[in-house]
């Protein structure tokens, strides 16, 4: 069943633009952040998989993340706010 579900919510998800702009926002975000980090600290022994890193680049998609969960969340609202309204 949950299955049946994540297949479903990727497969409709993916049809919208919005999806694949947030999707090409993800990877530029990543791969901006770590560029950034390899600028910002002073030591050219920084590894890609270094704390530091990692850290960044998931503070960013974090806020990336909750705007994509809004949306999603707002559109199930609104949908089932019209439902409830229309019955």
Do not use: P
């Amino acid at each position: 069943m949950l299955f049946k579900i994540i297949k479903f919510e990727v497969l409709a998800r993916f049809k919208i633009l919005m999806s694949a702009l947030l999707l090409l926002l993800i990877a530029f975000q990543a791969i901006w952040f770590t560029q950034g980090c390899f600028e910002y600290f002073a030591n050219d022994s920084t590894m890609m998989n270094g704390s530091a890193v990692f850290y960044r680049n998931f503070a960013g998609g974090r806020i990336i993340m909750t705007m994509i969960i809004a949306i999603i969340t707002g559109t199930v609202l609104y949908k089932n706010i019209q439902w409830i309204l229309k019955h």
